[in-house]
């Protein structure tokens, strides 16, 4: 079906013939429902998905659909087909590289010694504050892209590289901009306790009080802040610094998630788990404690490879653990300057399995339904279920298993967003 240029630069083009009105019957398909609950994925063999004004209807065996004399018949050919990703964990929003960084960490210099060097974070503050909402758009845009060529429907995309009140509402603006400028549904967090800057130096709290909460709320009154977050690390915040965060999100009703134990255990998944977090993200050095805390909470782990990956951490997050408590474990790519400069869902994907052990179904799990429950979305995507948003990815593989295996592959055949299909 030849598809029309969706927009200058991106590579990927819409259905000509797709509208938000359009009843449309995808059949001949095996879908991977990733219903809760269900083995395997949820799979189904001879599928369909009946989908109207950019909802499911109905997802599962084509035997069960209900009358669809009415609605567009698309023929997927017996491909496979899954909910469309969820990278539940970016910082795609910035100014400038730090390459430079790179080498010095392959001449031996650690993540942590450049930080505190006055590198890392830090460095990528002047490159973002210097550039203006379209130009941070202009420069996020390329890495979105190549996430949105890999079947991501929904992106969370965070502030933190501002450090100042104007700078950190202008990448919020920026991440809301992409949401109008390319089919995919944006969630933001607020992550002013990413680093302290330059200016504040060894002044945590002057900063927290000056900056993070007084921006907090100017971003908060502008509908900017989907979730709050914040890096509880030895170069960053302390967990008492982080919870004078927290007790402003959590009275300004926003949900929270938070960078904890990613080089070193201050407790701070176990302080995400007291204000009942959406997630606790890296958790390399996360210990039985907060294992048992995350999941009274249900707050979901979500795994970050990339990170693990180029900064050559030892110490991987306690899976096993995660499992036995019955922890949600989801992945994201983490994509930032500094630690993870890493577009593609699916080399994340297979990172976890690799580096992490992660079995094939949980790894579509994370990338899908778990990313979906660590915005707090699941009610509207990272299920083929009816009633959510028809977002979903068709794929040219023979078995799902080769979304993990292959490195550096994309077998996507074409994917959809609220109904609309994007030919690759
Ligand atoms: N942990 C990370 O890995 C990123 N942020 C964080 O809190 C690193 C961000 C950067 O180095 O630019
Ligand atoms: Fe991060």
């Avoid at 130096?201 to 914040?230: F, M």
Wanted: with cysteine; glycine share 10%.
């Amino acid at each position: 079906m030849k598809g029309v240029k969706l927009m200058r630069g991106n590579n990927f083009s819409e259905d000509s013939t797709a509208s938000d009105g359009a009843i449309r019957v995808w059949r001949n398909a095996r879908l991977a429902t990733l219903k809760e609950g269900s083995a395997r994925l949820g799979t189904v063999e001879k599928g369909a998905i009946l989908t109207k004004d950019g909802r499911i209807v109905f997802a599962g065996s084509e035997a069960d659909l209900p009358d669809v004399s009415n609605a567009d018949a698309i023929d997927l050919e017996g491909r496979w087909v899954t909910p469309g990703l969820v990278d539940c964990h970016t910082h795609i929003v910035y100014g400038g590289n730090r390459a430079r960084e790179f080498e010095m960490r392959l001449e031996g210099a650690s993540y942590e010694e450049i930080a505190r060097a006055g590198g890392g974070i830090v460095s990528s503050v002047n490159a973002t504050r210097a550039l203006s909402v379209d130009e941070l758009v202009a420069v996020a845009l390329p890495r979105l892209d190549t996430l949105l060529a890999e079947g991501v429907t929904t992106i969370e995309v965070k502030s933190g590289y501002g450090l100042n009140i104007p700078s950190e509402l202008k990448m919020l603006r920026a991440a809301r901009r992409l949401e109008e400028v390319r089919p995919v549904r944006v969630v933001t967090s607020y992550l002013g306790a990413h680093a302290t800057p330059a200016e504040y130096k060894g002044r945590n709290g002057d900063y927290i009080d000056d900056v993070v909460l007084p921006g907090l709320r100017q971003a908060h009154a502008e509908g900017l802040v989907d979730a709050v977050d914040g890096f509880c690390e030895g170069i960053a915040f302390s967990t008492a610094e982080i919870a004078r965060v927290f007790d402003l999100a959590r009275s300004l009703g926003i949900p929270v998630k938070l960078h904890a134990e990613q080089l070193s255990n201050l407790g701070g998944a176990k302080l995400a788990a007291s204000y009942g977090a959406l997630s606790a993200d890296h958790v390399e050095y996360l210990d039985e404690d907060g294992v048992k805390a995350m999941a009274a909470a249900g707050t979901v782990a979500v795994l970050l490879p990339g990170a693990f990956y180029a900064i050559n951490e030892k110490q991987k997050p306690p899976v096993k653990a995660l499992r036995e408590a019955g922890v949600s474990i989801a992945i994201a790519t983490d994509s930032n300057p500094g630690t993870s400069p890493l577009t593609s869902l699916l080399l994340t994907m297979n990172m976890a399995a690799t580096l992490f052990r992660l079995t094939v179904e949980e790894c579509i799990a994370g990338a899908t339904r778990e990313g979906g429950r660590a915005l707090g979305l699941l009610s509207e995507t990272g299920t083929l279920e009816a009633g959510k948003s028809a977002d979903f990815a068709i794929w040219d593989v023979e078995s799902l298993a080769e979304l993990v295996y292959r490195i550096g592959f994309n077998p996507l055949h074409a994917h959809v967003f609220k109904g609309k299909r994007f030919n690759r």
